[in-house]
C-alpha cells in the first residue's frame, strides 16, 4: 500500500487501521469493567469518574462526527445494492459472496467470510485499484475489529455501519451495551466490542509517570486503579480544542445511542472534565434518565425517538477549557462511593 493510497484510506474512512497494532492488556480492561457504575453509564473510582464519549472515540479514529449522521439502522438489512456502491464493485459480484454462518446468539447471521474479502482485496492491490480495495480492507477492519461477532466473518451489521459512513456512534454504543450486559448478568470474560479502542482510549486517561508505567511494585491492575485518584489521571487532550461537545439529542435528556445489538443512553455531563469543562456540581438526576434496548426486542416508536432526536442536537459551545473538579461534585462521588462500594479493596498510599 502506497502512502498515497494510505492517505486516501485515512481520507475516507479516518485512522482505523492504527486500531490493528494497538497493544491489548486484557487484565487492564477486564479490571476497568470492575469499576462500570450501571445506572449512571461511567466508570467510577474514589474520588472521580470516566466516561468514553463520542468526541473522545471521534479523535482516536480520526473522523468527524458531522461528516456523516449516526448509525440508527438496528435490525435493518442492507440492500445489496447499497453494499456494491460502498465497495464500488458490481452487485452481482457482491452478491456471490453472501452466505450464512452459525451465530450462538441470533441462531444465523448474514454477511461475507473474512477469506472472501481477503482474496478479493488481495486481488485488488495487485491491480492498484486503490478505490475498491480500500473499501474492501476497510469493510474487513469494521467486521473484524471494530463490530467483532463471529470469528472470520463479517455480518450484516458490521456492514449497516460501513454503509452509513460513520462509526462513531455505533461503537459507543456497543461498548455501553456489552458493559451493561457484562455487569447485568455477571459474565465473565471479554467484551463484545472494539476492544483497541477502548485500550487507546484507557490509556490516553491513565499517568503518564514512569513509577506508574514501569510499576516497579509489581502491582496487579486491581490494586493499581484502586490506588488512583483524580490527580493522577490525563483529564484533556489539547487534540480536542475547537470541539463543541453534544450534550443532548431532541427530547432525551442526554444522548441516546443506537449500536448493532441494541440502544442504550450515555451521559456527557459526568466527562466534562474529560472534554476541558469543570465538574461544578453534582448532576442533576434529570440529566441521567436511563433507558436501554435489549437485542431481540422490539420498540418502534423508541427507535423513531432516537432518530428523529439525532436531527436536533443540542450541544456545549466551545470556551476557555479548566478541567477542574469542585468539591461538590467530588463530595458527591465519595458518597456515591461509600454508599455502593467499589469492587475491590481500598488501598491506602504510603
Known sequence: MTSIAKKSFELDYGSILNLLHVEIDDMALTTLAHFYDPPLRCFTFQDFQLAPTLEEFAKILGCNLEDHGPY??????PHMKEIAKALHLTSDEVSSWLEDKKNDRKGVSKGFSRGVLETKAQTL???KDWKPFNAVLALLVYGLVLFPDVENFVDFSAIGVFIAGNPVSALLADLYYSLHIKYEGRRKGMLFCCVPLLQEWLTSHLPRKDSFVSNPAGLKWHQRMMALTEKDIFWYSRELDGTEIILSCGDFPNVPLVGTRGCINYNPVLALRQ???PMEDKPDNSLLE???????????ALLRKIRRAWGQIHKKPWTKKNC????LYTQWVRDRVEANRLPFDMIVRP
Open 275 to 277: 472534554l476541558g469543562y
Open 290 to 300: 436511563e433507558f436501554i434496548l435489549k437485542e431481540g426486542e422490539e420498540n418502534p
Open 125 to 127: 492491490l495487485e491491480k
Open 324 to 327: 477542574i473538579a469542585k468539591p
Open 72 to 77: 440508527v439502522g438496528l435490525g435493518e438489512e
